[in-house]
Nanobody
Framework: QVQLVESGGGLVQAGDSLRLSCAVS????????VGWFRQAPRKEREFVGC??????SAYYADPRRSTISRDTAKNTVLLQMDRVIPEDTAVYYC???????????????????WGQGTQVTVSS
C-alpha cells in the first residue's frame, strides 16, 4: 500500500503561483511515478503532470506554467504552477504509479493509489 497526502491548497490570487505538496509513504520501493491531476466542478478529472519516482523525467500538460519536483529526503513531490488563472480552480490530487512505468501516465486509470485531494481556488 502507498499513502499520499496533499497539502498547500487554498486561495490564490490570479497571476500568482500555487505550490502543492504530496507526501508519500508506505511501499514506496514499488513506485514508478507520481502524477498530479485536478478536477473542477462539473468537469472530468484532468492530467496536470507527473514525475518518475527516480526524478529522471517529468511530463506536463502545460510545461510553460508547471514544474514538478521531488524532495527525496522528505519523500514528497512538489507541484508549482505559475501565473494561475481562475480556470485553474479545482481539487488537486496526487496519485502513485506502482509496479511499472506506464506510458499512459496521462490517464487516471494508470494510477494505483490516490490522495484525498486539496482544494485550490484562484480569485480574479
Amino acid at each position: 500500500q502507498v499513502q499520499l497526502v496533499e497539502s498547500g491548497g487554498g486561495l490564490v490570487q490570479a497571476g500568482d503561483s500555487l505550490r502543492l505538496s504530496c507526501a508519500v509513504s508506505g511501499r514506496t520501493a514499488t513506485m514508478y511515478g507520481v502524477g498530479w491531476f485536478r478536477q473542477a466542478p462539473r468537469k472530468e478529472r484532468e492530467f496536470v503532470g507527473c514525475i518518475r519516482w527516480n526524478g529522471s523525467s517529468a511530463y506536463y500538460a502545460d510545461p510553460r506554467r508547471s514544474t514538478i519536483s521531488r524532495d527525496t529526503a522528505k519523500n514528497t513531490v512538489l507541484l508549482q504552477m505559475d501565473r494561475v488563472i481562475p480556470e485553474d480552480t479545482a481539487v488537486y490530487y496526487c496519485a502513485a504509479l506502482e509496479g511499472q512505468w506506464r506510458w499512459n501516465y496521462r490517464d487516471s486509470d494508470a494510477y494505483n493509489y490516490w490522495g484525498q485531494g486539496t482544494q485550490v481556488t484562484v480569485s480574479s
